[in-house]
């Protein structure tokens, strides 16, 4: 079992749309989460961080964290075309690093 | 403003070459850390610095050296032993280890 998982789509939404990508991990003892953004030849940049249950807001993004499901989401609302992109989830498992997904695949279609 | 600077943005490598990479950051961040990034298989770590003249490898350090002589500072050499060294390179660093990372540029390598 891979330690964060993540569908790699591509997930099409439609512009205007809200789009849902979801994470799971398989360590109980994890203790952050992150959400990256990741445009075609481009490295990775942090949208969102989230360190405890439930939700935390910025802008029109959204991260969602269940520590009992071990699943965290990122929820995207009036989705636009600049937000297709690869969306990295990265967990830190107590070990002094990040462990990331290998990312779901978005595409906003106008 | 402060940042990683990655360079080159692009190098290419000869057989049998070793190649270094740079990795600068004024952030003033202790730990950094190298990635190399190949398409459909997401970010696999290479090296990790906690702290000044002190690194662990990580998942695939096979055939890559890295140095910490400055906190700002952690070069990653791409050897002779690295039989597959066609990759996208990441460098990041972190307040802390276990903080969210802030990535440099990248560097794509490329063996001809």
């Known amino acids: 079992q891979k330690e964060v998982e993540q569908n790699s789509g591509p997930l099409s939404v439609p512009e205007g749309a809200i789009a849902s990508l979801n994470c799971t991990y398989s360590d109980r003892g994890s203790q952050s989460f992150f959400w990256y953004r990741q445009y075609s030849g481009k490295s990775p940049e942090l949208i969102m961080s989230?360190?405890?249950?439930g939700d935390k807001e910025d802008g029109r993004f959204t991260a969602q964290l269940n520590k009992a499901s071990q699943y965290v989401s990122l929820l995207i609302r009036d989705s636009q075309p600049s937000d297709s992109a690869t969306y990295l989830c990265a967990v830190n498992t107590g070990f002094q690093k990040l462990v990331f997904g290998t990312g779901t695949r978005l595409l906003v279609s106008p | 403003d402060g940042g990683i600077t990655q360079s080159p943005k692009y190098l290419f490598r000869k057989e049998g070459q070793n190649v270094t990479l740079s990795c600068e950051q004024n952030?003033?961040?202790?730990?950094m850390y190298w990635y190399r990034q190949d398409p459909g298989q997401g970010l696999r770590l290479i090296y990790y610095?906690?702290?000044?003249?002190?690194?662990q490898k990580g998942d695939i350090a096979e055939g890559y050296s890295v140095s910490r002589e400055k906190k700002e500072s952690f070069p990653l050499t791409v050897t002779s032993a690295q039989k597959n060294p066609t990759a996208f390179y990441l460098c990041?660093?972190?307040?802390?280890?276990?903080?969210?990372?802030?990535f440099g540029s990248g560097t794509r390598l490329t063996v001809v």
């Open positions: 989230i360190y405890s249950n």
């Open positions: 610095s906690q702290i000044v003249n002190d690194f």
């Open positions: 990041a660093s972190s307040k802390r280890s276990g903080d969210g990372y802030t």
């Open positions: 952030l003033n961040h202790d730990a």
